[in-house]
């Protein structure tokens, strides 16, 4: 499937709908410069629904959460969707009938996954167990990388959010023919060099009772061995949610990592298609329900550097709320890949990336790095 962004990512001199400033190729999807994005919502906001219409439309997923008033609410996440019988919830899981509801994303998922080498490139590999040995003899089979182990990595294939620059994208695919595994699948791939399981997507949250009862079930069956639970996640989860991942990662040795994707509620949205205040009223959550186990630490913190949108005030934005709940939270800054709608825009800068990295550290936050800096133009 060919990914383009909107008719002005083909212009050769795309302009900025309200200002007419001339845009660049990746805020060309977006059709609006991200200073307007920013300081002018209420103005950016129809351009900006139409781009995130057209993004779900593509692949037959809801364009807004369902509001059937007859519907079966949905409680997993904080868009609450009321989907009716035919109709499905906003991360394209459920329908709004019991078996639907009862079963999808419970009893079977949408999902794929491999088998990833330790050491892997993963969010928190400079501070986790098996990415370091922190926490040996107790969590990581040794003092240092764990070289001959693998991380079970389970792609969870839906989403409630709806990013223009997704790095995973083409899980949408599975929403146009979606095709089901039950957990017994999943389980029977934990073997004993396994010593982690990390969930990832799409994002775990649509599919979380899923991955929850995988989870517990497989830990329940290898009692005596270091099994790790890891989670990659938006955030945007019922905080009772929230807390079953929390608690499955400080009891196994994993972690929480949650990607904050923007400061600015209004860049967020255009990013992403909704606000963030939840967002960060749950990261807080996670905060504290994870500061009983510091070494290795349950919780991580990371943002896209998206050039022209997520620049070092945005960074210093997120860096400050983090720094205020506990300045030792590990915060990666990730080097920006261009995927999906924006496909053809450049990576991020050697030189953003660096002026993003002391904007956190002057934020108060002890431990900060840069992902993925392969990518650094």
Known sequence: MLIRGTSLSDAKEARCLLCGEILD????????????????????????????VKAREMFGLPTRPAANPEGIECKLCF????????????????????????????????VSFYH???????????????????????????????????????????????????????????HLAPKWTDRRTLEAEVDERTSCISFFGGDPGPQLPYAVRLSQAVRKKHPDRILRICWETNGAVHPSGLRAMVRLAVKSGGCVKMDLKAW??????????????????????????SSE??????????????????????????????????????????????QFL??????????????????????????????NEHLLS
């Open 25 to 52: 190729e990746i805020a060309r999807c977006v059709g609006i410069c991200p200073s307007c994005v920013k300081n002018r919502p209420e103005e950016s906001r129809a351009q900006i629904d139409r781009v995130h």
């Open 79 to 110: 868009h609450r969707c009321r989907p009716g019988s035919s109709q499905k919830g906003y991360c394209g899981v459920r329908r709004g009938c019991e078996s639907s509801m009862r079963n999808d994303g419970k009893s079977r998922a949408l």
């Open 116 to 174: 990833d080498p330790l050491p892997t490139n993963c969010v928190a590999d400079w501070v986790c167990a098996g990415g370091t040995g922190e926490g040996y003899p107790h969590f990581a089979n040794d003092c240092g990388p764990e070289v001959g182990f693998y991380n079970l990595a389970v792609s969870l294939d839906a989403c409630n959010f709806d990013c223009l620059f997704c790095q995973n994208w083409s899980f949408k695919k599975s």
């Open 293 to 338: 186990r510091l070494t290795p630490p349950a919780l991580v913190a990371s943002t896209p550097l998206i050039p022209g949108f997520i620049d070092e005030d945005e960074i210093y934005g997120l860096a400050s709320f983090i720094a205020r709940i506990n300045p030792g939270i590990p915060y990666a800054l990730l080097a920006f890949a261009p």
């Open 342 to 371: 924006m496909h053809g825009s450049r990576t991020t800068s050697a030189a953003q990336a660096r002026a993003c990295l002391e904007a956190a550290k002057s934020a108060g936050l002890k431990r900060v790095c840069i992902g």
């Open 264 to 289: 600015s509620p209004s860049i967020h949205r255009a990013l992403c298609g909704c606000d963030n205040a939840k967002i960060l009223e749950n990261f807080a959550r996670a905060a504290q329900w």
